[in-house]
């Protein structure tokens, strides 16, 4: 009989890829993108209505255009009824969508495409907003809300303005099952002990006469998985690392 000292530590269970680590299928209603239509032509569509998702802190509009239905994040200030162009000629008002070319320079958009036709990839959660910072022959600069800026092509779509829902996570949860129903929905596991709590033969960072990593909390990124926890890959930690992150935010 084989006999096994402890167990697989969290990091290694996650790995494995259980429904315990990932998001439920239950409650969803429609993959939000864009839909394919010609972006030379301008196309009209009627809000529908205004939906909830489970695991989506943004509202979904449903949205009708030419008789096919397509379901994108809501912009904040949009309402049912409400008018919604997309195309090149459209007009530069919260809720539209245009390609980046036919976007001035300064202008605050959201839901944006990394390549066209993914249907929008960044700038898509709850409040959250970019900024087409300015045009290149390589393609448009967008400066995130994180503060980098990144290239991205000239014909990928946005739509001008800001995610709804900006103070979602002012509300509390006053009830633990409220936070765990929460962070289930988000595939979050929870609650989550910390590292230093735990037995050596459970962590890494554990073991000991006090809560304390005894150790470097940096890990290099080819570390075995057993081994990969705390601060992986870090280029820099400590004092150092919050004024560089003070510095960008100021840009």
């Known amino acids: 009989m084989l006999c096994r000292l402890g167990k697989r530590i969290l990091v290694q269970r996650r790995g ?3 429904m315990r680590y ?10 939000a993108s864009y839909p394919f239509l010609d972006s030379n032509n301008t196309v009209t569509g009627i809000v529908k209505d205004l939906l909830h998702e489970r695991g989506r802190s943004v509202p979904l509009a449903k949205i009708v255009f030419n008789n096919k239905t397509s379901y994108l994040p809501a912009v904040n200030g949009l309402r049912v009824n409400q008018e919604i162009s997309i195309g090149s000629s459209s007009e530069i008002q919260d809720g539209n969508i245009l390609p980046l070319r036919d976007i001035p320079e300064g202008t605050s958009i959201c839901n944006i495409e990394r390549t066209f036709g993914d249907g929008g990839k960044m700038a898509k959660s709850a409040g959250t907003s970019a900024l087409l910072y300015s045009k290149t022959a390589d393609g448009s600069i967008i400066r995130l809300r994180s503060g980098k800026s990144i290239v991205v092509q000239t014909n990928c779509r946005a739509t001008i303005g800001a995610m709804s829902a900006a103070g979602f996570k002012e509300k509390p949860f006053l009830k633990a099952g409220n936070k765990a129903r929460h ?4 595939g979050i596991l929870h609650p989550k002990v910390r590292g230093v709590a735990m037995g050596s033969h459970y962590h890494p ?7 304390s990593p005894h150790q470097s909390t940096s890990t290099s ?16 930690t400590g004092p150092g690392r919050a004024r560089r992150r003070s510095r960008i935010s100021e840009v």
């Open 183 to 186: 962070h289930q929905a988000y």
């Open 16 to 18: 494995d890829g259980g």
């Open 22 to 31: 990932r998001s439920h299928n239950k409650g969803k209603i429609a993959p």
């Open 221 to 236: 990124r080819n570390a075995p998985p057993g081994r990969k926890v705390g601060s992986i890959a870090a280029s820099k």
């Open 205 to 211: 960072f554990g073991g000991g006469r006090h809560q």
